[in-house]
């Protein structure tokens, strides 16, 4: 190509270097040679370099050649190497290769697209970078990615966007998302309650009150039937996991040890006394009177029996005459032993006392434990609710506004008693502790992220799909088995209530909580509370619409008024938050009530569910179920609801 004088055949240009030996440092980058005359690379530069003398380096992101080519996907938005577009330092996700210039195959994702996706809808790929499905998952999957599987729900089936299983959980799991293995414990079979965790056993009860158990891996039995959890004979607890306390044994240890000599009473299994029987008594399980055969022997029987009998029936006498005659406290209206949560009497430095003791007990604060914030949860007639945390754990915290009365400070400190009392439930917002800063009494409450149940169900209604709330929290369509949920949740924590002899008074839908995994929670004892709820009668606020009909005409509140409040709750759980007797004037309501009037079965509303409404708004408190057999009526619902497809109900206003 080129003669031995460095003249370029047939090239007018004069070469007068090449090469190694080529002299200017600007002809050093040139890809074959350059012309000193014209100062031009001949063929180009090399890579890393361009330009008419290949004398300058690469812009960012450029490589190669004469800088043409485009450097890839590099981590961090770093330049790729400018000779070979190498990325030092790696891809970003969804990207492969030394120059992270090939996107990630189909059903791969993320960092070098390691990760694997293929459950997405109608097997559409995953996005490269994040790994989510657009168009949903498959059946039997869940989550964003998809990558979450329904394997423990019945039938493989759960909701596309919560994981939880709307037709419950294979035998041997238990949760909303079946997700908790049943523990075995003491339980006959590894088996339990799909919603509630416990053991998955039933008793039928017989006349004489002799018991025969059998199991079932699911709890659907025969209308009619008694049915009850039930422990091996010695066992008891939600997973049958504790012994029986001493002095009881057998089923579910409802049995009571007879007479048995000896500190240990009877065996907790069987009920026989194993150190004996005390004097008079004899059998396994000292239960039947000693017989002798002469005179002196049958009056050691009857001396022992005599002194039992003589000593109750002095007993008895002596609770009579305390009872008639001596002087005792009493709450005029209260119909019951039960505590009712805002006419507990208190004294003005009930405050001061019950602080006092708090700094003695479990539920003191140090003022290093709360952290307080300005972010407002809610808001009633005399108090606010703040987030806080305490060691790190989310709470909510409510305090007293500056200007609130001696009545609302009472009412107050009656409420932190109230809570005190009620102790942990996992459907009770329970009482984390309290401290004061600055003279102020704080009280630390366990944090419900989704806020209160009306909210939320007004909200399921507006969007078809899932739709998300400021604190980005997803709120959900609810169907037919997930608002029965919600009633149960409901009904067990007002059963441990009604357990502590508690009576709420205010049962409402927007005084439940939801907690995590849509866990209903009762709160509210008398703080937080919306004006617009209330009528004045007599000065005190009362929930109208809610309140039993002995409530509203003798003041008059019991257990069973909050199972007619319960009812009006899963009236307003199936309308997704509707205002109940819309339309009605108050007093007009008040007048109709005493005529027998009640509200209608809302459209879509299950017969069987209207049908327990009904009965909890019966006029006889006596002839309202307890909330015992509203929870067993509720979960055979639940049991029985094949519904897994959405349920759109209709809303009232």
Same mark, same amino acid.
């Given at each position: 190509?080129?003669?031995?004088?460095?003249?370029?055949?047939?090239?007018?240009?004069?070469?007068?270097?090449?090469?190694?030996?080529?002299?200017?440092?600007?002809?050093?980058?040139?890809?074959?040679?350059?012309?000193?005359?014209?100062k031009?690379?001949?063929?180009?530069?090399?890579?890393?370099?361009?330009?008419?003398?290949?004398?300058?380096?690469?812009?960012?992101? $450029?490589?190669?050649?004469?800088?043409?080519?485009?450097?890839?996907?590099?981590?961090?938005d770093? +330049?790729?190497?400018?000779?070979?577009?190498?990325c030092?330092?790696?891809?970003?996700?969804?990207?492969?290769?030394?120059?992270?210039? #090939?996107?990630?195959?189909?059903?791969t994702?993320?960092l070098?697209?390691?990760?694997?996706? /293929?459950?997405?809808?109608?097997? !559409?790929?995953?996005?490269?970078?994040?790994?989510?499905?657009?168009?949903?998952?498959?059946?039997?999957?869940?989550?964003?990615?998809?990558? #979450?599987?329904?394997?423990?729900?019945?039938?493989?089936?759960?909701?596309?966007?919560?994981?939880i299983?709307?037709?419950?959980?294979?035998?041997?799991?238990?949760?909303?998302?079946?997700? $908790?293995?049943?523990?075995?414990?003491?339980?006959?079979?590894?088996?339990?309650?799909?919603?509630?965790?416990?053991?998955?056993?039933?008793?039928?009860?017989?006349?004489?009150?002799?018991?025969? +158990?059998?199991?079932?891996?699911?709890l659907?039995?025969?209308?009619?039937?008694?049915?009850?959890?039930?422990?091996?004979?010695?066992?008891?607890? $939600?997973?049958?996991?504790?012994?029986?306390?001493?002095g009881?044994?057998?089923y579910?240890?409802?049995?009571?040890?007879?007479?048995?000599?000896?500190?240990?009473?009877?065996?907790?299994?069987?009920?026989?006394?194993?150190?004996?029987?005390?004097?008079?008594?004899?059998?396994?399980?000292?239960?039947k009177?000693?017989?002798?055969?002469?005179?002196?022997s049958?009056?050691?029987?009857?001396?022992?029996?005599?002194?039992? +009998?003589?000593?109750?029936?002095?007993?008895?006498?002596?609770?009579?005459?305390?009872?008639?005659?001596?002087?005792?406290?009493?709450?005029?209206?209260? &119909?019951?032993?039960?505590?009712?949560?805002?006419?507990?009497?208190?004294?003005?430095?009930?405050?001061?006392?019950?602080?006092?003791?708090?700094?003695?007990?479990?539920?003191?604060?140090?003022r290093?434990?709360?952290i307080?914030?300005?972010?407002?949860?809610?808001?009633?007639?005399?108090? !606010?609710?703040?987030?806080?945390?305490? *060691?790190?754990?989310?709470?909510?915290?409510?305090?007293?506004k500056?200007?609130?009365?001696?009545?609302? *400070?009472?009412?107050?400190?009656?409420e932190?008693?109230i809570?005190?009392?009620?102790?942990?439930?996992?459907?009770?917002?329970?009482?984390?502790?309290?401290?004061?800063?600055?003279?102020?009494?704080?009280?630390?409450?366990?944090?419900?992220?989704?806020?209160?149940?009306? &909210?939320?169900?007004?909200?399921?209604?507006?969007?078809?799909? +899932?739709?998300?709330?400021?604190?980005?929290?997803?709120?959900?369509?609810?169907?037919?088995?997930?608002?029965?949920?919600?009633a149960?949740?409901?009904?067990?924590?007002?059963?441990?209530?009604?357990?502590?002899?508690?009576?709420?008074?205010?049962?409402?839908?927007r005084?439940?909580?939801?907690?995590?995994?849509?866990?209903? #929670?009762?709160?509210?004892?008398?703080?937080?509370?919306?004006?617009?709820?209330?009528?004045?009668?007599?000065?005190?606020?009362?929930?109208?619409?809610?309140?039993?009909?002995?409530?509203?005409?003798?003041?008059?509140y019991?257990?069973?008024?909050?199972?007619?409040?319960?009812?009006?709750?899963?009236?307003?759980?199936?309308?997704? /938050?509707?205002?109940?007797f819309? /339309?009605?004037?108050?007093?007009?309501?008040?007048?109709?009530?005493?005529? /027998?009037?009640?509200?209608?079965?809302?459209a879509?509303?299950?017969?069987?569910?209207?049908?327990?409404?009904?009965?909890?708004?019966?006029?006889?408190?006596? $002839?309202?179920?307890?909330?015992?057999?509203?929870?067993?009526?509720?979960?055979?619902?639940?049991?029985? &609801? !094949?519904?897994?497809?959405h349920?759109?109900?209709?809303?009232?206003?």
């Open positions: 190509m080129f003669d031995t004088f460095g003249t370029h055949r047939g090239d007018a240009a004069i070469i007068t270097c090449h090469g190694a030996n080529c002299e200017p440092d600007w002809c050093r980058f040139c890809q074959v040679d350059c012309n000193t005359q014209t031009t690379c001949i063929g180009g530069c090399k890579a890393g370099y361009n330009g008419t003398r290949c004398d300058k380096e690469c812009d960012a992101f $450029k490589y190669g050649p004469n800088c043409i080519s485009a450097c890839g996907h590099c981590y961090n770093i +330049s790729c190497d400018r000779f070979t577009g190498f030092k330092n790696g891809c970003v996700v969804g990207w492969t290769g030394e120059r992270c210039d #090939k996107a990630c195959e189909s059903y994702y993320g070098k697209c390691k990760y694997k996706c /293929g459950n997405c809808h109608a097997d !559409q790929p995953c996005h490269v970078a994040t790994g989510e499905c657009s168009g949903g998952c498959r059946e039997g999957w869940y989550g964003s990615k998809c990558d #979450k599987d329904c394997k423990n729900c019945e039938n493989g089936i759960c909701n596309v966007n919560t994981g299983c709307p037709n419950g959980c294979r035998p041997g799991w238990w949760g909303p998302f079946c997700q $908790k293995k049943c523990i075995r414990g003491k339980c006959s079979k590894p088996l339990c309650n799909h919603s509630l965790g416990g053991c998955n056993e039933t008793v039928n009860k017989s006349n004489n009150g002799r018991s025969t +158990s059998s199991v079932r891996s699911e659907f039995f025969p209308k009619g039937t008694e049915v009850e959890q039930l422990c091996p004979s010695g066992w008891r607890g $939600k997973n049958c996991k504790d012994r029986c306390e001493p009881t044994y057998g579910n240890c409802n049995n009571t040890c007879q007479y048995c000599r000896g500190p240990s009473n009877c065996d907790h299994v069987t009920g026989d006394c194993r150190f004996g029987c005390q004097a008079g008594w004899t059998g396994p399980q000292c239960d009177v000693m017989v002798f055969r002469n005179a002196n049958r009056m050691s029987t009857i001396v022992p029996i005599l002194g039992v +009998s003589v000593g109750v029936l002095i007993t008895a006498l002596s609770v009579m005459i305390i009872y008639f005659i001596c002087p005792r406290p009493r709450c005029p209206t209260v &119909s019951s032993p039960f505590c009712r949560l805002d006419q507990v009497q208190t004294p003005r430095n009930l405050e001061e006392r019950v602080y006092e003791r708090m700094q003695r007990g479990r539920y003191e604060l140090s290093s434990d709360l307080l914030t300005s972010e407002l949860l809610g808001h009633g007639h005399f108090g !606010q609710v703040t987030k806080g945390y305490v *060691k790190n754990i989310p709470v909510a915290v409510k305090s007293l500056e200007n609130a009365s001696e009545k609302d *400070k009472q009412d107050f400190m009656n932190l008693n809570l005190k009392k009620v102790g942990y439930h996992r459907n009770v917002v329970c009482l984390v502790g309290a401290c004061h800063i600055h003279g102020i009494l704080y009280v630390a409450l366990e944090y419900a992220m989704y806020g209160d149940l009306r &909210s939320y169900l007004r909200r399921s209604r507006k969007e078809k799909g +899932s739709i998300y709330t400021n604190s980005g929290l997803p709120v959900i369509n609810l169907n037919q088995c997930m608002l029965l949920q919600l149960l949740d409901v009904a067990t924590g007002l059963a441990h209530l009604a357990d502590r002899q508690i009576i709420h008074r205010d049962v409402a839908a005084n439940i909580l939801l907690g995590e995994n849509l866990v209903a #929670k009762v709160a509210d004892f008398g703080l937080s509370k919306n004006d617009d709820t209330y009528v004045k009668v007599s000065n005190t606020r009362v929930p109208v619409r809610w309140m039993a009909i002995e409530s509203l005409f003798n003041n008059v019991t257990v069973q008024s909050d199972v007619w409040s319960f009812g009006v709750l899963m009236w307003e759980i199936v309308t997704l /938050g509707g205002t109940p819309a /339309g009605i004037d108050t007093q007009d309501l008040v007048n109709r009530l005493r005529e /027998g009037f009640r509200m209608k079965r809302p879509q509303c299950d017969a069987a569910l209207y049908s327990i409404m009904l009965k909890c708004w019966h006029v006889d408190p006596a $002839k309202r179920p307890t909330f015992p057999v509203l929870c067993r009526q509720l979960q055979r619902l639940i049991e029985d &609801s !094949q519904v897994s497809s349920v759109y109900i209709e809303i009232y206003h």
